[in-house]
């Protein structure tokens, strides 16, 4: 197993952009992301940020620069020159993505268990008991109750789908996790739970992410560095504690301005 | 004492008799012939040749003698002797553009050159049963003039040299056009296998799935830019002579609808398109294979794919009736030997459930 | 009209289809359990009703070949007896109903109880070649996830069952990995057959005419059904000799004898059952009491 070289960055972003005919997707984002660092991506709804998650995700293909990414034999890799096994395998394994939606990122109608069992068995688990004993220990990691692991998500409530989601997209010990507005759509008090659950789980596991989202205190809690984007360019970075109580740019300002007091 | 049931094979010789015998009916009454059906019950051996993709009405008549009226028996006649017959290549495409127009109508305009030429057509009787069908009929003379030399272009060639209907979408070059009956269809299919798919397409499949664009499921917001019926001719390049030789003349129905206007960054809006062609006067079918065809290309025009007539694998992969009817009727075969293994399977999950509820009763009673 | 010609080809398909199911063939047998797309041909048959299995047959079968047809297991089931006068009358081939004496044997939904030997074909005739079907409906994504060798589906389902059922909730068509490459429908025998598939001396081939698909498994190929290590897979036969000739280890059907809830077990394979009552072996139900014959080894 390679070692752990927190020297190396694990993914390098190089003047990635996107565009479809005349509109603007994202232009000129470039940064680097090292293991068990946290990079939060800011701004309001149609802001190119989501567009900027794909991408590095390589779900969508850039129109201008690349994507580097460390693979676990310590190769950095172009994504846009992995084939689609590669980048499938990728997806399974080293990487996880939370859907803002549970529901996109979960097989709905098949229960907990198999739901955080599914990428195990996908790399070879053969074990029926202990995919379960696995499964019902990573439900009690993300404080689902573990008589809940015969049940079917769509028999869950909004907060423990996220979690599940989460405990499907951890189990295989990803480096890399994607998150789009994971806190999304939730209540606050249940928003309050599950990044307190992110954020330990988080620190615990090492894990690096990049997490997409509007709301500045899911970026002030969970995220070492923050991005602030508009209108598809970053428009300021840098430590989160310091771009938050001390935004340069007068867009910034507006934004941390207009956070309601908790 | 159990004797394993035997005889078979004089069932089915038994069976095959009586059915032929049913068929023919009462023997007071005259038999039909081929040529009564043909002439007199024409729309449905156009149907016959169109689903069974072979264009012969007195091999379509005979089938649909032999499958008792049954439309989609005789389809299956019909393809099954196509699949016999030697195949000597592809012909020119059909130029329908210099049809022998019998019916040529457009919702579009009001009037358009050539005029709107209604054609032999049931759209504005009154459906009142006719009785006096039942005694024999003896129709009168219909009018005739003359449309021989009167040009009758085609309303979506006058959009487009105006631009304002997409042009007809081109296969490259060099690329052979697809065959289903030779190639294994594979998905994502390209506008030819889809068109001729959807050509020996069960009509009532279409007709719903047109229905349901029609009704906001997938909706193009089409308008029938010209329907036409009427003779064309069949040419085939002969090596040997060099030229394409004239084979002889078919029957066909087609349609072009004229639907959603579509632009892009680089592109101005225009109309698209939406096709249907089909032996016979079909109408039904070529309108609703053009509501579906022009539905289908959801993908290459980068519509949301939302309704089930926009899913091109739902759609190809159910609209041949002659499979769907054989997998259906499938299910009469003999299936006890899963049947069997399903039994076992029910009786030990019934048994257990019994015992895991059988012990419960105890322990309440011991609390 | 000129009627269509009285004379078919040998055993009616055309030679250039054949030829070119016979190109599918081989593919097939060249990467076990993978399924190869054919252009079906229209059958005087329906679609459903065993064209694929006709086809694969009609294109191996040559003039000197013996065939057997069984349905259910049994040579006289309707079906069966339909397409063994189908090839009667198009190929005029020695047809016969004794399993050792065939060379080809086309087959729905049993396998013969008696070890096929290697001069052997066994045509399957198949509905749905794939497994994953009822799991993803989608044709474009199934084949990626053979390609990509994404199998974790298969085991969902594996897994629901038993957190279900507490057993593998599938007692026909039971999905097997062969060559350990590819999961392959073996088609709806039931999973008592599974283990024939195993390292079988004969050419094991499935045909579905329907949706277009040849796949093969070779002689001595490895075939292994899904399970999980502490659910292993296990063969399900009612548990009973067969009333008529006392076998305890055939596949058995279920006979309704009458409303009271009578019934009686026999033997699927019709065959191996006459067989066995032909060498004198007796269940409780057969015409001479079980006492009265000798019994052979």
């Known amino acids: 197993m390679a070692e752990i070289d927190n020297d190396q960055p694990l993914l390098i972003a190089e003047q990635l952009g996107k565009s479809y005919g005349h509109q603007l997707g994202c232009r000129d984002v470039s940064f680097k992301l090292y293991e068990g660092e946290v990079l939060a991506i800011v701004g309001e709804s149609g802001s190119g940020k989501t567009t900027l998650l794909q991408l590095l995700s390589a779900q969508?293909?850039?129109?201008?620069?690349?994507?580097?990414?460390?693979?676990?034999?310590?190769?950095?890799?172009?994504?846009?020159?992995?084939?689609?096994?590669?980048?499938?395998?990728?997806?399974?394994?080293?990487?996880?993505?939370?859907?803002?939606?549970?529901?996109?990122?979960?097989?709905?109608?098949?229960?907990?268990?198999?739901?955080?069992?599914?990428?195990?068995?996908?790399?070879?688990?053969?074990?029926?008991?202990?995919?379960?004993?696995?499964?019902?220990?990573?439900?009690?990691?993300?404080?689902?109750?573990?008589?809940?692991?015969?049940?079917?998500?769509?028999?869950?409530?909004?907060?423990?789908?996220?979690?599940?989601?989460?405990?499907?997209?951890?189990?295989?010990?990803?480096?890399?996790?994607?998150?789009?507005?994971?806190?999304?759509?939730?209540?606050?008090?249940?928003?309050?739970?599950?990044?307190?659950?992110?954020?330990?789980?988080?620190?615990?596991?090492?894990?690096?992410?990049?997490?997409?989202?509007?709301?500045?205190?899911v970026a002030r809690l969970l995220s070492h560095r923050v991005m602030v984007m508009k209108g598809g360019r970053v428009i300021e970075t840098g430590l989160t504690d310091q771009v938050l109580d001390d935004p340069r740019e007068p867009y910034t300002q507006l934004l941390v301005s207009s956070i309601l007091p908790a | 004492?159990?004797?394993?049931?035997?005889?078979?094979?004089?069932?089915?010789?038994?069976?095959?008799?009586?059915?032929?015998?049913?068929?023919?009916?009462?023997?007071?009454?005259?038999?039909?012939?081929?040529?009564?059906?043909?002439?007199?019950?024409?729309?449905?051996?156009?149907r016959v040749m169109a689903e069974g993709s072979l264009y012969d009405r007195e091999l379509a008549a005979l089938a649909i003698k032999q499958a008792r009226g049954d439309m989609i028996e005789a389809i299956f006649l019909a393809r099954a002797f196509r699949a016999t017959l030697p195949r000597f290549g592809m012909t020119e495409a059909v130029d329908t553009g210099v049809m022998q127009v019998q019916r040529r109508i457009s919702s579009t305009f009001k009037d358009i050159p050539g005029g709107q030429v209604l054609g032999p057509t049931f759209d504005y009787t009154h459906r009142l049963?006719?009785?006096?069908?039942?005694?024999?009929?003896?129709?009168?003379?219909?009018?005739?003039?003359?449309?021989?030399?009167?040009?009758?272009?085609?309303?979506?060639?006058?959009?487009?040299?105006?631009?304002?209907?997409?042009?007809?979408?081109?296969?490259?070059?060099?690329?052979?056009?697809?065959?289903?009956?030779?190639?294994?269809?594979?998905?994502?299919?390209?506008?030819?296998?889809?068109?001729?798919?959807?050509?020996?397409?069960?009509?009532?499949?279409?007709?719903?799935?047109?229905?349901?664009?029609?009704?906001?499921?997938?909706?193009?917001?089409?308008?029938?830019?010209?329907?036409?019926?009427?003779?064309?001719?069949?040419?085939?390049?002969?090596?040997?002579?060099?030229?394409?030789?004239?084979?002889?003349?078919?029957?066909?129905?087609?349609?072009?609808?004229?639907?959603?206007?579509?632009?892009?960054?680089?592109?101005?809006?225009?109309?698209?398109?939406?096709?249907?062609?089909?032996?016979?006067?079909?109408?039904?079918?070529?309108?609703?294979?053009?509501?579906?065809?022009?539905?289908?290309?959801?993908?290459?025009?980068?519509?949301?794919?939302?309704?089930?007539?926009?899913?091109?694998?739902?759609?190809?992969?159910?609209?041949?009736?002659?499979?769907?009817?054989g997998f259906v009727e499938h299910l009469k075969l003999p299936h006890y030997v899963d049947f069997q293994s399903e039994l076992g399977l029910l009786r030990k999950l019934r048994a257990e459930f019994e015992q895991a509820n059988a012990s419960d009763p105890l322990r309440e009673a011991a609390e | 009209m000129n009627a269509p010609a009285a004379a078919y080809n040998f055993a009616y398909l055309d030679e250039q289809t054949k030829r070119m199911i016979r190109r599918a063939i081989l593919k097939a047998i060249a990467i076990p359990g993978y399924q190869v797309p054919f252009a079906s041909r229209e059958m005087p048959m329906p679609y459903g009703w065993g064209t694929g299995g006709v086809q694969v047959t009609a294109s191996i079968l040559g003039p000197d070949d013996v065939l057997k047809v069984i349905d259910q297991g049994s040579d006289d089931t309707t079906n069966a007896i339909s397409i063994r006068k189908f090839f009667e009358k198009t190929a005029g081939v020695k047809t016969t109903t004794f399993t050792k004496d065939a060379t080809v044997i086309q087959t729905r939904h049993r396998i013969p109880e008696e070890p096929l030997h290697d001069r052997q074909v066994l045509v399957y005739q198949v509905p749905i070649p794939e497994p994953l079907r009822f799991l993803e409906p989608r044709e474009t994504e199934t084949r990626r996830m053979h390609a990509l060798s994404e199998y974790g589906l298969m085991h969902v389902k594996l897994y629901e069952d038993i957190a279900r059922f507490g057993h593998i909730a599938t007692s026909y068509a039971y999905p097997v990995k062969v060559n350990a490459r590819y999961v392959m429908d073996p088609s709806p025998t039931p999973k008592f057959d599974n283990p024939k598939m195993d390292n079988c001396e004969a050419l094991q081939l499935f045909g579905a005419g329907r949706e277009k698909r040849i796949y093969a498994v070779p002689p001595h190929t490895k075939v292994v059904s899904l399970d999980f290590e502490?659910?292993?897979?296990?063969?399900?036969?009612?548990?009973?000799?067969?009333?008529?000739?006392?076998?305890?280890?055939?596949?058995?059907?279920?006979?309704?004898?009458?409303?009271?809830?009578?019934?009686?077990?026999?033997?699927?394979?019709?065959?191996?059952?006459?067989?066995?009552?032909?060498?004198?072996?007796?269940?409780?139900?057969?015409?001479?009491?079980?006492?009265?014959?000798?019994?052979?080894?």
Not at chain 2, 243 to 257: D, K, R, S, Y
Not at chain 3, 265 to 293: I, N, Q
């Open chain 2, 1 to 46: 004492m159990y004797v394993a049931v035997k005889g078979g094979e004089r069932a089915i010789e038994n069976a095959h008799r009586l059915l032929a015998h049913e068929r023919r009916g009462d023997l007071s009454v005259p038999e039909l012939s081929l040529d009564q059906i043909s002439e007199q019950l024409s729309l449905g051996v156009d």
């Open chain 2, 129 to 325: 049963l006719d009785p006096s069908l039942a005694s024999g009929s003896a129709p009168q003379e219909p009018a005739t003039a003359s449309t021989a030399e009167t040009p009758m272009p085609r309303v979506t060639d006058i959009l487009k040299s105006d631009g304002l209907i997409e042009p007809s979408p081109q296969q490259e070059k060099d690329k052979s056009v697809g065959d289903l009956t030779r190639e294994p269809l594979n998905f994502p299919a390209d506008r030819d296998l889809r068109l001729q798919n959807l050509a020996r397409g069960d009509e009532g499949f279409l007709l719903a799935l047109g229905y349901s664009t029609q009704r906001g499921y997938g909706r193009t917001h089409p308008f029938a830019g010209e329907i036409r019926f009427g003779e064309v001719e069949v040419e085939f390049f002969a090596e040997d002579a060099g030229f394409a030789v004239p084979l002889g003349a078919i029957a066909v129905t087609e349609c072009q609808m004229v639907n959603q206007f579509k632009g892009s960054a680089t592109e101005p809006p225009c109309f698209t398109r939406g096709y249907g062609l089909s032996f016979g006067q079909s109408e039904r079918k070529t309108m609703a294979m053009a509501l579906v065809d022009r539905t289908l290309r959801a993908r290459e025009l980068g519509e949301d794919l939302v309704a089930p007539a926009q899913d091109e694998e739902f759609v190809m992969s159910h609209s041949d009736n002659v499979q769907s009817t």
């Open chain 3, 230 to 297: 502490d659910h292993p897979f296990s063969r399900y036969r009612h548990d009973a000799p067969c009333a008529l000739c006392g076998a305890d280890d055939s596949y058995l059907d279920e006979i309704v004898t009458d409303d009271r809830g009578g019934r009686m077990f026999v033997c699927s394979d019709t065959d191996y059952c006459e067989k066995r009552r032909a060498d004198g072996h007796r269940g409780t139900e057969s015409a001479v009491g079980p006492d009265l014959e000798a019994k052979h080894g």
């Open chain 1, 60 to 217: 969508l293909k850039p129109s201008a620069g690349r994507v580097l990414y460390r693979m676990r034999d310590a190769i950095t890799r172009d994504l846009g020159s992995l084939g689609e096994a590669e980048r499938r395998f990728l997806f399974r394994t080293d990487w996880g993505y939370v859907h803002q939606d549970p529901a996109l990122g979960l097989r709905m109608a098949v229960s907990a268990g198999a739901n955080v069992g599914e990428r195990l068995m996908a790399v070879g688990w053969n074990h029926y008991g202990r995919i379960r004993d696995a499964a019902s220990s990573w439900l009690d990691r993300v404080e689902i109750d573990a008589a809940r692991i015969d049940d079917a998500p769509r028999t869950y409530s909004g907060g423990m789908r996220q979690r599940l989601q989460i405990a499907r997209n951890l189990v295989t010990e990803p480096r890399l996790v994607f998150m789009d507005e994971p806190t999304g759509g939730l209540d606050v008090s249940v928003q309050a739970r599950l990044l307190d659950l992110m954020r330990s789980l988080v620190n615990e596991l090492g894990l690096a992410a990049i997490i997409v989202t509007h709301d500045l205190a």
